[in-house]
């Protein structure tokens, strides 16, 4: 039997992950939600979602212990980011004063509105923040995770802050708002997203479902 790990390192939206996850999975897959080092290393796939901050975040996985777990995990299976998941991965993140990161990728995470006025370069109008709603998602790069999902589909975000990637070959999606930002990153195994698949009806099903049948490989 296959197991998918949730990890929970003190986030939220795990329930609606964890729910989408078991609508696509076959009946030889085993979900779970858990911080248990075990489970995770037993996983055969692991997805870190969450909504929150990441400095807190951050500080759940080293108060467990559970940082040097991780980057193994990183080294030999597939693993899924969403929202946090994603920008935790990258190396330096401005919430809360400032956040050394896991920087497995090149880039930053930077509050929306940052760089000072936060307006849509078309209609001149202020944007609010957070940044809330369906978008659509620009493929930057061909990946597994992509298949059956169209160039240009909508996907649904929530957050105030975004990555700016530094390496082309990391970056697989953009999205604009305000600004183009880094909607989905990749290295290795592992593949990250700013919106929240399990938000996004069928096409955030589909890129579960492809993440569940993916071996690692780009």
């Not at 990890?7 to 078991?22: D, H, M, P, Q």
Request: with cysteine.
């Amino acid at each position: 039997m296959a197991q998918v790990a949730v990890a929970n390192f003190g986030t939220g939206n795990l329930r609606s992950v964890y729910k989408a996850i078991e609508r696509v999975a076959d009946k030889r897959t085993r979900v779970s939600v858990t911080a248990k080092r075990s489970e995770l290393e037993l996983a055969d796939r692991v997805v870190w979602p969450g909504q929150g901050a990441i400095g807190t975040c951050l500080k759940v996985l080293d108060s467990l212990d559970l940082r040097e777990t991780f980057e193994r995990l990183l080294d030999n299976r597939p693993l899924l980011g969403i929202c946090l998941g994603l920008q935790a991965m990258y190396e330096y993140s401005d919430e809360g004063g400032g956040v050394e990161c896991i920087g497995v990728l090149n880039g930053k995470v930077r509050h929306f509105d940052g760089a000072g006025e936060f307006t849509d370069p078309v209609t001149g109008l202020r944007l609010k923040v957070p940044h809330m709603g369906w978008n659509n998602v620009t493929q930057t790069r061909p990946h597994p995770l992509w298949r059956g999902i169209e160039q240009g589909q909508r996907f649904y975000f929530v957050h105030s802050y975004c990555a700016h990637s530094g390496d082309p070959a990391q970056e697989y999606a953009t999205a604009e708002y305000g600004d183009r930002f880094t909607a989905a990153g990749g290295a290795n195994n592992y593949f990250g997203v700013q919106f929240h698949p399990e938000k996004s009806q069928n096409a955030g099903l589909q890129l579960i479902k492809n993440f569940l049948e993916w071996d690692g490989s780009v």
